[in-house]
């Protein structure tokens, strides 16, 4: 499984998005907001507010929710717009670490990411010095019921460009640009999809012992639990004990 997935699997077992809605929310509707700030406000004519939307509506976030985001891109509703911007850094070990934020105020947000990476054993490093290790995608997340290579099957007939399964799901990678068509054909087939967003993947991993790759773990949580991060990703490739054991704290 890559980094990427095991890191996932993480936050789905440890119930974080659930744990922590009132903040899941608001990381949603900063999205929500961004896309819509950089097109058109309705969603059938913008393909990153769709998607911002999608994954709203996939997190069970209110529609209320979605529309005062949207109307608050537009200045209807008034308020400081947040702006994007991404930090770089290495984690326990040399694991790269890519950090995508949207922030009212870099400065607060840039103190706030340096203290996590000092506190938690990382560095935080220079713009580009790991952004190349990491591929734009989209990713679907389905359950895999019944036969799953059957359903990986229709995932790659679908357009799909690879299938990886992590126990009862199954994480389907696609072009960025094919995201969106590749899950309204999986929809078509009556297939249930948990969530769907553009991610980046890395193209190279760097193995932690598990030591380091707790200490990893730990600094990526506390990176996403900060109210700017938007996204955290890294190509550590964690050994299962020290998912075992982190995930049971």
């Not at 996939?58 to 308020?79: C, F, Q, T, Y």
């Not at 984690?91 to 706030?112: C, F, H, Q, Y």
């Amino acid at each position: 499984m890559s980094g990427h997935s095991k890191w996932s699997t993480i936050k789905r077992q440890k119930g974080a998005a659930d744990a922590k809605r009132g903040t899941l929310f608001t990381k949603l509707s900063k999205e929500i907001e961004a896309a819509a700030r950089g097109g058109d406000p309705n969603p059938e004519m913008n393909f990153k507010l769709r998607l911002a939307v999608q994954k709203a509506r996939d997190s069970n976030m209110p529609v209320d929710n979605i529309e005062r985001a949207i109307k608050r891109a537009s200045g209807e509703l008034g308020g400081v717009q947040p702006a994007e911007h991404h930090y770089e850094g290495y984690g326990p070990s040399g694991a790269a670490i890519l950090i995508e934020v949207l922030t009212d105020n870099k400065n607060r947000t840039t103190a706030e990411v340096r203290n996590v990476f000092s506190r938690g054993g990382g560095n935080l490093g220079e713009n580009g010095c790991v952004t190349w290790i990491f591929q734009p995608k989209g990713v679907i997340v389905v359950e895999a019921l019944g036969n799953a290579d059957d359903l990986a099957l229709l995932a790659i007939d679908a357009g799909a460009e690879d299938v990886k399964q992590d126990g009862d799901t199954l994480e389907i990678q696609t072009v960025p640009e094919e995201l969106e068509a590749v899950r309204k054909k999986l929809e078509a087939q009556n297939i249930k999809i948990t969530s769907s967003e553009l991610t980046r993947i890395p193209q190279n991993m760097i193995a932690l012992d598990k030591k380091s790759a707790i200490q990893a773990l730990k600094l990526m949580d506390r990176l996403e639990e900060l109210d700017d991060v938007q996204r955290v990703y890294t190509n550590a490739d964690f050994p299962d004990d020290a998912i075992e054991e982190y995930g049971g704290q």
